[in-house]
């Protein structure tokens, strides 16, 4: 029991601190999203001529004006990959075939 506790600390270890650096470059990436901004990404919608997707609402009662740009939406989307290929690496150091399957069929 304990080999078997030795044995996986390593990985799990390996596992958190992968996790750790995708979550820290994912929100660098997600935050960072000035230089899209900066490029004139947020007109994107305006240079396909589909203004009406220029920001999207929040049908939240209690935030009724809050936005977001392009640039902020590919700053998330950027974090969600970032963390979703980290989750897949991560299960695979654990070697949880289960889980494994179930991610790579995303």
Same mark, same amino acid.
């Given at each position: &029991?304990?080999?078997?506790?030795? #044995? @996986?600390?390593?990985?799990?270890?390996? =596992?958190? =601190?992968?996790?750790?650096? !995708?979550?820290? !470059?994912?929100? @660098? =990436?997600? %935050?960072?999203?000035?230089?899209? +901004?900066?490029?004139?990404?947020?007109?994107?919608?305006?240079?396909?001529?589909?203004?009406?997707?220029?920001?999207?609402?929040?049908?939240?009662?209690?935030?009724?004006?809050?936005?977001? +740009?392009?640039?902020?939406? #590919?700053? %998330?989307? $950027?974090?969600? $990959?970032? &963390?979703?290929? !980290? /989750? %897949?690496?991560?299960?695979?150091?654990?070697?949880? !075939?289960?889980?494994? /399957?179930?991610?790579?069929?995303?």
């Amino acid at each position: &029991m304990l080999s078997q506790v030795l #044995t @996986y600390l390593p990985k799990l270890l390996t =596992a958190i =601190a992968l996790l750790g650096l !995708a979550y820290v !470059a994912g929100r @660098y =990436a997600a %935050i960072d999203y000035r230089y899209l +901004t900066g490029l004139g990404f947020n007109h994107i919608f305006q240079a396909l001529g589909l203004s009406q997707f220029s920001s999207i609402a929040s049908e939240d009662t209690k935030q009724p004006n809050l936005t977001l +740009t392009p640039a902020e939406i #590919t700053g %998330i989307l $950027a974090l969600v $990959a970032i &963390m979703l290929i !980290a /989750t %897949i690496t991560a299960v695979d150091i654990l070697q949880l !075939a289960a889980l494994e /399957t179930l991610l790579q069929s995303i």
